[in-house]
């Protein structure tokens, strides 16, 4: 989904007994980038043109296919049918 925050953020923290403060502690996340399934061009949002990408390449077989949404090594309704699930406009 478009929006979706990805990379590093951070925040501190303390913690008290109800008379004296820790240390401050840090924590760092690392948030990854959610690949978004049937975004085939990669432009994080899944819609008529993800379809077309893999209607251009149905019925085709090979290794890294564009359009193979899976990963099965085929371009088949399957596919499709993923990209067709996930639009997001
Ligand atoms: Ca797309
Ligand atoms: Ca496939």
């Not at 980038?33 to 008529?48: F, P, Q, S």
Request: charged share 25%; aromatic share 6%.
């Amino acid at each position: 989904m478009v929006g979706l925050f990805h990379g590093e953020d951070s925040f501190t923290y303390k913690v008290n007994d109800g008379e004296l403060d820790s240390l401050e502690g840090k924590i760092t996340i690392q948030v990854k980038e959610v690949i978004l399934a049937g975004d085939v061009n990669g432009d994080k949002t899944v819609n008529i043109f993800d379809l077309v990408m893999v209607a251009s390449n149905f019925g085709k077989d090979g290794d890294d296919m564009v359009g193979d949404v899976n990963g099965d090594k085929t371009v088949n309704i399957f596919d499709l049918v993923m990209v067709a699930s996930n639009p997001e406009n």
